[in-house]
């Protein structure tokens, strides 16, 4: 059992959690014991059968990530269909973005940017650090088994535009969400992505 945790983007464990098909989403940081014990309280909003995601580093040893299932008992309506919607324009919840979308293809890197804009279309020029990045990026697989998480190389966001690498595996279509904060509310940008 790993008793010994190193810190990554100023948390010991990053927690996501989803529900099959996608259309929940959670990102979370647990409490960790002095036996190696991982805690988290979490409400989950729907019923289901839900995936967990651990990025984690244990000290001494490469960065890794955790999974395992957890069927949650409740009203467990299907989820929406997944339609591809990047690039192009997506709502999120306070924050709205402009996604591009350059080499789309497994194997290789995919640049994905985010040009970020408030509800009324001002850009969001006063992005705060999240974690110690300018955003954070989780993207899986519509199967829920591709796993991707990345975060932005620059330290600075000019007039909110922050962009990320992602590294896909296998083609297919994946569900992203983007975090970014702002006046210490951390905001998230849900997108719909083909990879070829």
Do not use: C
């Not at 990554?8 to 190696?36: M, N, T, Y």
């Not at 009203?75 to 997506?90: C, I, R, T, W, Y």
């Not at 290789?108 to 509800?119: H, N, Q, S, Y």
């Amino acid at each position: 059992m790993v008793k010994e945790f190193e810190t990554i983007h100023e948390k010991q464990v990053h927690l996501i959690i989803v529900r099959e098909g996608l259309d929940q989403f959670a990102h979370i940081h647990p409490e960790i014991d002095r036996s190696g014990t991982i805690t988290a309280d979490y409400t989950f909003p729907l019923g289901g059968k839900y995936r967990l995601f651990a990025d984690h580093k244990p000290a001494g040893k490469g960065a890794t990530t955790a999974t395992t299932d957890v069927k949650v008992a409740g009203d467990a309506p299907s989820a929406p269909e997944l339609a591809s919607n990047v690039p192009g324009k997506v709502i999120g919840d306070g924050l709205n973005a402009e996604i591009a979308v350059d080499n789309a293809k497994a194997g290789g890197g995919t640049k994905i940017a985010f040009t970020l804009v408030d509800p009324t279309g001002r850009p969001a020029a006063d992005l705060q650090p999240y974690l110690g990045a300018m955003g954070h990026l989780v993207i899986i697989g519509a199967d829920g088994l591709e796993y991707v998480h990345a975060h932005p190389a620059e330290k600075k966001s000019p007039a909110g535009q922050v962009e990320f690498e992602a590294h896909f595996r296998k083609p297919g279509i994946y569900k992203g969400w983007g975090q970014f904060q702002r006046a210490g509310v951390v905001h998230t940008v849900p997108f719909v992505i083909r990879v070829n």
